[in-house]
């Protein structure tokens, strides 16, 4: 997600269109059955099958003003136990810690303080930055921020065989230049490649460089200077 999606400017601003809230995620219990407000005996069934994770419905963004491109299409996190990054499995945990009825969802930011109000990008942004120096060498904070998440899903989309237009989709991308910026090729990109040319045959020609058919027929008769080929 984009830190505008789940945080306020300010304070004073609050909820906004652009944020999401309870009512932009549901529960998918197997492939036929959808829940927007689950019990706790729901949340305590999930389990990592086909068909079980959270569904996440895109709001309006940067990328997408008017949500004419990705707004209509949801985003499906599968529920996984033991991956150490799993959304579905942290969001089904704030439902079950937090629950929010089903009639107060639409109000309430899907990440939120103690008074049910949606951080400021300050608070975020600070959130973050105590984060990384948790676990990333004091020489190296600054390399990281909260759109460096993105750009790893990119670069571990597009190392796993992600077709270019899949990776836009996952990501809500319109253009290609943003593959360009954020789709980074590594070392193992260059030895792959480089390796499999060093032993690559092929047999590609320039139109210039063909054998035109008079030169053909030449080379198949005794030249003569006087003779024309017809």
């Not at 060498?137 to 571990?156: D, N, Q, V």
């Not at 991308?173 to 943003?178: H, K, M, N, R, V």
Request: hydrophobic content about 35%; aromatic content about 10%; charged content about 30%.
């Amino acid at each position: 997600v984009r830190r505008d999606e789940i945080a306020a400017r300010t304070a004073k601003e609050g909820l906004t269109t652009k944020q999401y809230t309870r009512a932009s995620i549901s529960f998918c219990m197997g492939r036929d059955k959808i829940v927007v407000a689950p019990t706790r005996q729901q949340l305590a069934e999930y389990k990592e099958a086909p068909g079980w994770g959270v569904l996440l419905k895109p709001t309006v963004s940067k990328a997408d003003p008017k949500g004419a491109f990705w707004c209509d299409k949801p985003i499906y996190f599968p529920y996984r136990d033991h991956e150490p990054i799993c959304a579905a499995r942290e969001l089904v945990e704030q439902e079950q810690q937090f629950p929010v009825l089903e009639t107060k969802r639409s109000a309430t930011p899907l990440f939120c303080n103690d008074n049910s109000k949606p951080f400021t990008k300050g608070q975020v942004d600070r959130a973050f930055r105590d984060m990384i120096k948790l676990v990333v060498p004091k020489g190296k904070w600054s390399h990281f921020t909260f759109h460096s998440y993105r750009i790893y899903l990119a670069c571990s989309l597009d190392a796993a065989g992600c077709p270019p237009q899949k990776i836009k989709r996952l990501l809500r991308w319109i253009s290609d230049e943003a593959l360009h910026t954020y789709c980074r090729d590594g070392n193992e990109m260059f030895e792959k490649w480089l390796d499999k040319a060093a032993t690559a045959d092929f047999d590609a020609i320039q139109v210039a460089n063909m054998e035109s058919p008079a030169e053909a027929v030449l080379d198949m008769v005794d030249y003569d200077s006087d003779a024309t080929v017809e």
